[in-house]
């Protein structure tokens, strides 16, 4: 039985892109951190937890960010041409406008990386597909690109079968940081050459499909655009020319 869909899951998905991409750009041009951090931040979180993805969108959210943002953080603050010093410890001092750089900077990597995040978090990527060939792409160009977006989940559930099957035939894959560096290169070529036998037999069953024909393509999956879509959009792009008139002519 398919899981009901959220509220968000529901928005057509091209519907949906065009609403974060605008979310995204305005905070990259609003150029202040705190629209970022105190408006598109929440409301990205808002968004994930109405969905019910609050726990899954906010754990990805600090695994992929919070580490380049920290970088950033000691960089701009460490070594930003700055004569106004905050805080300083012997040598090491952290400077006034290289905290500000990096608060902006990071303002849109959070707004950006977060807004792609959700998009996929509540998108069905076999509905992304579909999307885009009703939208004009070729199926030929939009398997190229569901199937790039597929590419490292399935790199990562084959390294953990992979990894399993290693320590059952008692190789140590457990341990410190030489002990896995040694279990990680042994495990490599198995990776490689399961990843290229599965392209071969993804192109042989397409094929056997009559997936390069040149004819019209039917769906198994019915995916129609709403009266409702065709509203966010509008939307979205009247309040994203407001915000433009706003900040840069009124």
Same mark, same amino acid.
């Not at 303002?107 to 885009?132: A, H, K, N, Y």
């Not at 409702?228 to 959009?233: A, K, M, Q």
């Not at 979205?236 to 020319?241: A, N, P, T």
């Given at each position: 039985?398919?899981?009901?869909?959220?509220?968000?899951?529901?928005?057509?998905?091209?519907?949906?892109?065009?609403?974060?991409?605008?979310?995204?750009?305005?905070?990259?041009?609003?150029?202040?951190?705190?629209?970022?951090?105190?408006?598109?931040?929440?409301?990205?979180?808002?968004?994930?937890?109405?969905?019910?993805?609050?726990?899954?969108?906010?754990?990805?959210?600090?695994?992929?960010?919070?580490?380049?943002?920290?970088?950033?953080?000691?960089?701009?603050? *460490?070594?930003?041409?700055? &004569?106004?010093?905050?805080?300083?410890?012997?040598?090491?001092g952290v400077k006034k406008e290289g905290i500000e750089s990096a608060?902006?900077?990071?303002?849109?990597?959070?707004?950006?990386?977060?807004?792609? *995040?959700?998009?996929?978090?509540?998108? &069905? *990527?076999?509905?992304?597909?579909?999307?885009?060939?009703?939208?004009?792409?070729?199926?030929?160009?939009?398997?190229?690109?569901?199937?790039?977006?597929?590419?490292?989940?399935?790199?990562?559930?084959?390294?953990?079968?992979?990894?399993?099957?290693?320590?059952?035939?008692?190789?140590?894959?457990?341990?410190?940081?030489?002990?896995?560096?040694?279990?990680?290169?042994?495990?490599?070529?198995? %990776?490689?050459? !399961?990843?290229?036998? &599965?392209?071969?037999?993804?192109?042989?069953?397409?094929?056997?499909?009559?997936? !390069?024909?040149?004819?019209?393509?039917?769906?198994?999956?019915? %995916?129609?655009?709403?009266?409702?879509?065709?509203?966010?959009?509008?939307?979205?792009?009247?309040?994203?020319?407001?915000?433009?008139?706003?900040?840069?002519?009124?």
């Amino acid at each position: 039985m398919n899981k009901e869909k959220g509220i968000i899951s529901k928005i057509y998905p091209l519907s949906k892109l065009v609403v974060i991409m605008v979310l995204a750009v305005t905070a990259i041009l609003w150029g202040d951190y705190r629209f970022g951090y105190f408006i598109v931040l929440p409301l990205l979180v808002f968004l994930a937890a109405l969905e019910g993805k609050f726990f899954s969108y906010t754990k990805k959210m600090i695994g992929a960010m919070i580490i380049m943002c920290t970088f950033i953080f000691i960089i701009k603050g *460490l070594f930003d041409p700055s &004569d106004e010093i905050l805080w300083q410890f012997a040598f090491i001092g952290v400077k006034k406008e290289g905290i500000e750089s990096a608060l902006r900077l990071t303002s849109i990597i959070f707004s950006l990386g977060g807004s792609i *995040l959700l998009f996929f978090e509540t998108t &069905d *990527l076999e509905d992304f597909m579909i999307s885009l060939q009703k939208a004009g792409m070729s199926h030929v160009g939009s398997f190229i690109f569901l199937s790039t977006l597929q590419m490292i989940p399935q790199f990562a559930k084959k390294s953990k079968v992979i990894m399993q099957a290693q320590r059952a035939r008692g190789i140590e894959t457990e341990g410190n940081l030489l002990v896995r560096m040694k279990a990680f290169f042994p495990m490599l070529t198995p %990776l490689i050459i !399961s990843s290229i036998t &599965d392209i071969e037999d993804k192109v042989i069953t397409m094929e056997a499909r009559a997936f !390069s024909v040149d004819v019209k393509k039917t769906y198994l999956r019915v %995916l129609n655009i709403k009266t409702s879509d065709y509203v966010i959009v509008v939307s979205s792009f009247i309040l994203f020319v407001i915000f433009l008139v706003w900040r840069y002519i009124v």
